[in-house]
């Protein structure tokens, strides 16, 4: 987007500066014309002017001319050859003015022989005067009767006058076209540069705005990832506190347990009755010290061997010595207690010993899983504890 | 200001569960084996709660908090103890003595709600 831009804005000045250089081509152009046009008007009045000024001498050595021939006097005499002086003067000037422009040079010719012409002839009038008197210059100047050579003369000027006033015109009017054209190209060149400078500044206006909205875009993303960010963290934060809390919970519930484990096995050591934990199938699964210290069996020994090899009840009033089904698997079976019943324990040595025997079911929920059988001696027993 | 506990246990591994747990609940914990050295704790800076186990290397625990209630009567005292009484004869026994019993089987969580409950002001 930004290079876009930049391409754009170069592009356009490019073009304005191009309409610039235009425009000052042009009117400089026309500036040249308008200065070559007033000159044009300048030359056109001096051709007038000495035109005039030819007529006017001729005029004026015409009157002397007169009268010389009335008077005789010098003086006029004088005054007339001034007049004719001037006269070649400004026919020089007039057909310089006019070398460059084929008719008007034309007109100045044909002018030229129609004054020297005069000129002659207003010579020929002085030296019949100053030779012969006033006599001498009237044949001459009755062939200059009506004065048609100078009416000639006047004619001409007047349309070199009026054929350079045309000129005039033409230029004066080409001279304002050319203005017009200048005016117009340098108000085009203008509104068309402003135009540009519009349309650069709507593309600046128009790229700011696409940046406004891209960073407003932006701080929006960023924002909302932020949120995001701090909402992620806290949840991991507290997912991390759950964590550690479970974790500590953990170390403390085993903690807890050993402690109570080992708690309840120093209290189930220091018993002094014989203690057997017995399976469902009436084997011996773990013996207390009592066991190992008042039978002689190692723990070895005992464990994974039926209780019956250690332990008998006692046989009951009526009852035969060698019962059909063992009572104590029948209670363990049924899931009773027997509470202090007479027994008899058989030790390493085959020595036998009255005891009294309890036999509490193990229960796991509503099923017996095995059974906890104690076995007290009895007082009279040579073991018990004095 | 962070309420100050004093801990009594002789098993160090509790005594590191228990204070890492309450100091990441915000309490100033203090944590000793016996109760010579809770005796000078306590000397030094007071408690807001004692909590304490039963069977001590150097001292019962019981007569332990029997001398710690005669210093601080208005300090609550938990008896967290592996040593496990029925519940009914825990409280007539020794609700004159301790402000609640409580098993070492006792979750943190079930710990702290009681902290939380002495604590309250």
């Keep these: 987007m930004k290079d876009n831009t930049i391409r754009r804005v170069l592009a356009f000045f490019l073009l304005i500066s191009a309409v610039l250089v235009a425009v000052a081509f042009v009117a400089v152009r026309n500036i040249n014309r308008s200065a070559a046009s007033s000159d044009w008007v300048n030359h056109t009045h ?12 001729l005029n004026a050595g015409d009157g002397a ?8 006097d010098a003086r006029d005499q004088a005054a007339c050859r001034e007049a004719l002086g001037s006269i070649a003067e400004h026919l020089e000037v007039t057909k ?5 422009e084929t008719a008007q040079s034309q007109q100045v010719h044909d002018l030229e022989s129609l004054v020297n012409r005069r000129i002659d002839f207003i010579r020929q009038v002085l030296a019949a005067r100053q030779s012969g008197g006033q006599e001498a ?6 062939t200059d009767a009506g004065g048609e050579t100078m009416r000639e003369i006047q004619r001409a000027v007047e349309k070199l006058k009026d054929d350079e006033m045309t000129l005039l015109a033409e230029r004066d009017t080409a001279s304002f076209a050319q203005a017009q054209t200048t005016r117009w190209t340098v108000w085009l060149g203008v ?3 402003v135009l540009l400078l519009g349309g650069v500044a709507w593309l600046l206006r128009d790229d700011i705005a696409a940046r406004r909205r891209v960073a407003a875009t932006l701080h929006d993303a960023n924002v909302l990832l932020e949120a995001r960010v701090q909402e992620r963290t806290a949840e991991l934060a507290a997912a991390n506190s759950r964590l550690s809390t479970e974790n500590l919970e953990r170390q403390w519930a085993n903690q807890a347990l050993e402690h ?5 096995q120093l209290i189930v050591n220091s018993i002094n009755d014989l203690v057997f934990v017995l399976t469902k199938a009436m084997n011996v699964s773990r013996v207390n010290p009592a066991v190992v210290r008042l039978t002689g069996f190692e723990p070895a020994d005992l464990v994974s061997q039926p209780l019956s090899r250690f332990v008998r009840l006692a046989p009951g009033n009526g009852e035969t010595e060698e019962p059909m089904l063992d009572p104590i698997q029948q209670a363990l079976k049924e899931g009773r207690d027997l509470r202090d019943r007479p027994a008899v324990m058989e030790d390493k040595r085959g020595r036998k010993t009255a005891v009294r025997f309890t036999l509490f079911p193990l229960r796991d929920g509503d099923k017996v899983v095995g059974g906890v059988a104690t076995l007290q001696l009895a007082p009279s027993s040579p073991a018990s504890p004095r | 200001m962070t309420n100050h506990i004093l801990h009594i246990d002789d098993e160090a591994p509790i005594r590191e569960l228990l204070a ?12 000793v084996d016996s109760a010579t050295e809770a005796f000078k704790t306590v000397k030094r800076d007071a408690p807001d709660l004692v909590i304490s186990d039963l069977q001590l290397e150097d001292s019962d625990g019981l007569e332990m908090i029997e001398r710690l209630n005669a210093m601080l009567p208005a300090v609550p005292v938990i008896l967290l103890t592996g040593v496990l009484f029925d519940a009914q004869v ?3 026994t020794l609700g004159k003595k301790v402000s609640c019993y409580l098993e070492k089987t006792t979750s943190l969580g079930k710990i702290l709600e009681e902290v939380k409950r002495l604590l309250k002001p």
């Design chain 1, 191 to 193: 509104a068309l540069d």
């Design chain 1, 96 to 100: 310089a003015l006019t070398r460059n």
């Design chain 1, 65 to 72: 001319m007169r009268t010389t021939v009335m008077t005789g």
């Design chain 1, 137 to 142: 210059t009237r044949p001459l100047l009755a």
């Design chain 2, 90 to 92: 825990a409280r007539d």
């Design chain 1, 46 to 57: 001096a051709v007038i002017l000495e035109a005039e000024a030819l007529l006017s001498g």
């Design chain 2, 20 to 31: 890492q747990f309450l100091t990441s609940n915000g309490y100033r914990v203090t944590s």
């Design chain 1, 260 to 264: 109570q484990l080992r708690y309840n």
